[in-house]
């Protein structure tokens, strides 16, 4: 991982790209129904995408009719304050310890009543490091729902970009994992450092390059990452009936 | 005085002696002829001894005779009249023809009754004859009567009208018999003919039914009949009535069949009757498009020659109701507000939701070369949605929705939507920092058919609603099983953080409001409803009511208020039956011909109280006419309860309009559908069922016989079993001379041939 280096031109692009978003009145009406990211503070190295974060929300801001706060609050897995923050990220590189009961429970009825978690392994691991604490985790919070490939036809591809692969900083593994509670997927897994692809520095710079794919590959995450917090927002807004067959008609 | 005549004798003992001394008498005279016959056993003349055992045996003869002292008893004796009973059908097919252009049944039953007359009264010697009338109940009727009087009784019941015979008449005497004369047109429990319970509840009887079918079976008639069709039905789901049409005398001809409600033709079909005596079934299946009670009818032409024509049609009250509430959810940005929604009307089975959210403005950039082909974006029919298809939403919700860009922009539906509103749709405006006075889209014609309007920028203050008075009761906030419950739920939730500010309008209702962000000096409603016309409409001044959703499980807890707050609010928007202030139901809602139209109304104040004391008036009103029939007027109990009811109007389909008034205060109008029917079931099936009346006869152990007859003919009749005893007279038979030397002859004679053969 290389970080990008520093320019005067980055840094007024990234700089004034954030003036519509200070610009906005700092307690607003109707902030709370904004989309506000949460991150889960865990034992581990959980901090390391909070670039990532404010970077997606922009986009999101940018690209849809969404609006957003961007700074993302980061919280204790036990905090009650998670339940007003219904989109949670759970990042982190290498291993972390366990949760304590009270925040497995905690998370347990976080996501039962309808909290969303996506959850980014921002060391690309794979059956260690955060893959091996995340998994292990998961199988207390929600023992009768384990995680499972999420297939290409689920609404998350489509919620706002049509897409084939959910690919990060890295391409580990085409697909995302997935929980469902019900029809609902609560918990989304990447094990390609999704938010690594957003990430930029306080310069405007990415801060990690993006490979195999290069550039676009980084335009595939944050479509990838804006197709998410869509599918958080509007659930299976896009898998109505009077969606689907223009939908069907432009994946031709 | 007169001597009693005597019409019988029999032989008895006059003896005073007791019978036990009597007996052994007899055995003393038994023993002597044995002794005799075992004294002469050695004689060895065989003529001797037969002799002197034939003396020996009649003096024990005579001895006899004069001990038992026999004696003839002169009787007088009367036979006890059982009774024969005369069963005449009075139900309303007996006034139908017995023949084309000839006279009634009941009439022919008359004429009959009156040619039997002679040997009717021959019967009297033995039975005592009484005539009947059942309609099912017994009544005396004489032939005149049964020619005066038309038959009219709504049900034939034969089986009952046998039993009543039986247990009939005057103190003990026993049933010999009875003469049923009817055209056999049963139909209650004889109706599917003579078999299981009620063939063993006629042979039970164990009296001889003798039957007379009266009327020809030649009669031509076409009937709706075996109308099959459910209690209610859901409205845009199609359904499907079932009826038969029965054809006498059309055979090969083609019967248009209409289906049609209040007037409007719903369905038509034709069927060909192949016999003179055909029943074809009919189903028409359709599509109601309306909730309600509505009356439907079923018809077939009335032709000139049939025996009867009010059986040609057939109503029937339909109740149709939602199977599923259809919700069109517009959203004017994802947000946590709509996510929450959303994922409840989705859950909900009782909904059918159709969304449309928008996901980019023209200020928005997503940054793709080709729309088409990278983002899953699709067009916002706004004509479709808020013109040609928004009749078919039961509820629309508007959620944050008010963009000022001409693209977005329903400015040019704000009119369809209030009138949608007017016309008896529902609406929700949920508030959010695009509405109700946040952003630039005002909507000035849309919230004319809202219950508040905008009153100055929002508050983003946390804080805790208040439940007014009003949203203690109000079915919409009453979340709880009482007040104290609802209270109790609403306090345990989480404040929300910020809602617009409104003032409510006048005749609006506030279910709750801020707690101290005033307006015009009233606290700012958050919860507002009212009626607009004949819709409904609320406002919910904030997007926070996700809070409710998924704040308020964070003590851990499980809560459902959110869940039961809209569940509640779309019952009252779709004026569920069960939150209507004014509740108006057909006692029944299908009358029989003749009988008086009930209606119940249940009156609730605007809190959803029972209005006592409430004034009701409802009117009767036809809809084949187009007119009001009749009006009632009637005050509530404490219940909010009052049963009104109508004389017997004229057969067809009536609407039941209601309205209420407490005081002054207007508790509203309601309305309900009653079909008045044209004829019960003794007409809408006329026809002669010869082989029932056969049937009865045979199980009965009777004969069956058809009308018209000369007289009576012989009919088996139970001969009455117990006589009756009246005065007796004793004459004695034995004090006559010639019996006494009769017994000193045979005495004499024995002792004479005993001395003479040596035995003394």
């Not at chain 1, 197709?227 to 689907?244: F, G, Q, R, S, T």
């Not at chain 2, 004369?181 to 063939?199: F, I, P, Y």
């Not at chain 2, 013109?387 to 922009?409: C, E, M, R, Y």
Request: proline share 7%; hydrophobic share 40%.
């Amino acid at each position: 991982m290389s970080a990008r280096r520093l320019t005067r031109r980055n840094l007024l692009l990234g700089s004034a790209a954030l003036v519509p978003l200070l610009s906005r009145r700092a307690d607003a009406f109707g902030e709370k129904s904004r989309f506000i990211p949460a991150v889960a503070r865990h034992g581990g190295r959980w901090d390391l995408r909070l670039s990532g974060l404010r970077r997606i929300a922009w986009e999101l801001q940018r690209r849809t009719s969404v609006e957003v706060v961007p700074d993302a609050r980061p919280f204790a897995l036990g905090s009650p304050e998670l339940f007003e923050y219904p989109f949670l990220y759970f990042g982190g590189e290498g291993s972390f310890p366990a949760l304590t009961e009270a925040e497995v429970a905690n998370l347990r009825r976080y996501l039962t009543y309808g909290g969303f978690l996506l959850a980014d392994a921002n060391d690309g691991s794979d059956g260690d490091g955060f893959d091996s604490s995340f998994r292990r985790e998961m199988a207390r919070v929600l023992p009768q729902n384990p995680l499972a490939p999420v297939p290409s036809n689920h609404v998350v591809f489509k919620s706002f970009f049509l897409l084939d692969s959910a690919p990060g900083r890295l391409l580990n593994k085409p697909q995302l994992m997935g929980a469902m509670l019900g029809k609902r997927a609560a918990v989304l897994y990447s094990q390609n450092d999704l938010a690594g692809a957003w990430s930029r520095s306080e310069s405007g710079d990415y801060e990690f390059d993006v490979s195999p794919g290069g550039e676009p590959q980084r335009e595939l995450a944050v479509r990838m990452g804006i197709n998410i917090c869509m599918y958080a927002l509007c659930l299976d807004y896009k898998d109505d009936a009077v969606h689907l067959p223009l939908i069907l008609n432009k994946r031709r | 005085m007169n001597s009693p005549t005597f019409n019988a004798w029999k032989l008895v003992s006059l003896s005073p002696l007791p019978a036990w001394a009597l007996v052994l008498l007899a055995l003393g005279l038994v023993l002597g002829v044995a002794l005799a016959a075992w004294g002469v056993r050695r004689e060895p003349s065989r003529g001797r001894r037969i002799l002197l055992w034939a003396l020996r045996v009649g003096a024990g003869v005579a001895a006899l005779f004069f001990l038992l002292e026999p004696g003839i008893r002169h009787l007088q004796v009367a036979r006890m009249k059982n009774r024969v009973a005369v069963l005449v059908d009075r139900s309303a097919s007996m006034s139908f023809p017995s023949e084309p252009g000839g006279p009634t049944r009941s009439a022919q039953v008359a004429a009959f009754l009156e040619r039997a007359a002679p040997q009717f009264a021959a019967l009297q010697d033995r039975f005592t004859v009484e005539m009947y009338g059942f309609d099912p109940e017994l009544a005396p009727v004489t032939p005149a009567s049964l020619a005066n009087e038309p038959a009219r009784a709504g049900t034939t019941d034969l089986l009952s009208a046998v039993r009543s015979a039986a247990g009939a008449g005057q103190g003990s005497r026993k049933l010999s018999g009875v003469l049923l004369l009817s055209d056999g047109a049963d139909n209650t429990e004889l109706k599917a003919g003579v078999v299981g319970r009620a063939r063993a509840a006629l042979a039970d009887l164990n009296v001889p039914v003798s039957t007379f079918t009266v009327g020809q079976e030649a009669l031509k008639d076409l009937a709706v009949e075996g109308l099959k069709v459910d209690d209610f039905a859901f409205v845009r789901n199609s359904l499907t009535v079932e009826v038969e049409i029965h054809g006498r005398g059309f055979s090969g001809r083609e019967v248009p069949v209409v289906l049609s409600q209040e007037g409007k033709t719903v369905a038509s079909k034709t069927v060909r009757l192949e016999s003179s005596d055909d029943v074809k079934p009919v189903s028409f299946t359709f599509t109601p498009d309306q909730t309600g009670r509505f009356v439907y009818t079923v018809t077939v032409p009335t032709f000139p020659d049939e025996a009867v024509a009010d059986n040609n049609s057939r109503s029937f009250t339909l109740k149709v109701i939602r199977d599923r509430v259809r919700v069109l959810l517009v959203v004017g940005r994802p947000s946590w507000d709509e996510r929450y929604l959303r994922g409840l009307l989705r859950q909900d089975a009782n909904v059918d939701l159709v969304s449309f959210y928008i996901l980019r403005t023209l200020s928005d950039d997503p940054g793709v070369v080709n729309d088409q082909r990278e983002l899953s974006l699709i067009p916002f029919p706004m004509e479709e949605i808020f013109d040609t298809k928004l009749d078919t939403f039961d509820v629309v919700i508007f959620q944050n929705f008010g963009h000022a860009d001409p693209s977005l922009s329903i400015a040019e539906y704000e009119r369809n939507l209030e009138r949608y509103i007017h016309n008896g749709g529902a609406f929700v405006m949920i508030g959010g920092d695009s509405v109700l006075g946040e952003g630039r889209a005002t909507m000035p014609t849309l919230m004319e058919a809202l219950p508040v309007a905008a009153a100055g920028p929002a508050n983003p203050e946390p804080f805790t609603p208040r439940l007014t008075p009003e949203g203690l009761r109000h079915p919409v906030t009453s979340i709880g099983t009482g007040a104290a419950s609802t209270e109790a739920a609403w306090a345990e939730l989480p404040p929300i953080p910020g809602a617009n500010l409104t003032t409510a309008r006048p005749g609006a209702t506030v279910l709750m409001d801020h707690p101290h962000l005033t307006a015009n000096g009233k606290n700012a409603p958050l919860v507002a409803v009212w009626d607009y016309g004949r819709g409904r409409s609320m406002v919910m001044a904030t997007d926070a009511s996700w809070y409710w959703a998924f704040a308020a499980h964070r003590d851990g807890s499980p809560n459902r208020a959110y869940d039961r707050f809209w569940g509640n609010a779309l019952r009252w928007l779709v004026r569920d039956p069960d939150l209507t202030t004014l509740k108006v139901t057909a006692d029944p809602p299908s009358v029989e011909p003749g009988r008086p139209v009930g209606v119940v109304v249940q009156a609730r104040m605007a809190d959803y109280q029972p209005a006592q004391d409430a004034q009701v008036r409802v009117e009767l009103f036809s809809v084949t006419t187009q007119k009001p029939v009749a009006v009632q007027t009637g005050t509530t109990g404490a219940d909010g309860v009052v049963r009104l009811e109508f004389p017997p109007p004229a057969p067809g389909p009536y609407k039941l309009l209601a309205s209420a008034k407490k005081g002054e205060t207007d508790l509203g109008s309601g309305e309900d559908a009653v079909a008045v029917r044209a004829v019960g079931p003794e007409l809408s099936d006329a026809s002669v069922r010869p082989e029932l009346m056969e049937q009865i006869a045979k199980v009965t152990g009777g004969k069956s016989y058809k009308l018209p007859q000369d007289g009576l003919p012989d009919v088996p009749l139970l001969d009455p079993p117990v006589v009756e005893v009246g005065r007796a007279k004793d004459q004695p038979l034995w004090d006559r001379w010639y019996y006494l030397v009769a017994l000193i002859a045979l005495l004499g004679a024995e002792w004479f041939a005993r001395r003479r053969f040596g035995y003394v």
